[in-house]
């Protein structure tokens, strides 16, 4: 009963340092999503070096890096069908 759910899984693929390499962009981009949308990004606890990662706070951190996460699990997902990972 199970194995035809088994087969709708799309295959995974291991790790490199092209999925690295994907992953990180999606998360600058987020970074610069955060950056220009959050209205009040440096409100809340701040990171140690702010400066490094653009003035944004802890909570407005965490959101960005979320937010390049779930892009970056898409982008790579759809580049590994594609073939191009």
């Known amino acids: ?3 035809p759910l088994l087969a709708l899984a799309p295959a995974t693929i291991s790790w490199s340092p092209k ?4 992953m990180i962009v ?3 981009i987020a970074i610069a999503i955060g950056k220009a949308t ?3 990004p440096n ?3 701040q990171l140690p070096s702010s400066s490094l990662f653009g003035g ?3 909570g407005a951190m965490l959101g960005t890096m979320s937010l390049g ?3 970056g699990f898409g ?3 759809g580049l590994a069908s594609r073939g191009v990972l």
Request: charged letters at 5%; a positive charge; proline letters at 0%.
């Open 1 to 3: 009963m199970i194995a």
């Open 19 to 22: 999925v690295g390499l994907v």
């Open 26 to 28: 999606c998360n600058i």
């Open 38 to 40: 959050i209205k009040q």
């Open 43 to 45: 409100v809340g606890l």
């Open 56 to 58: 944004l706070s802890h």
């Open 69 to 71: 996460h779930i892009l």
């Open 75 to 77: 982008a790579i997902q």
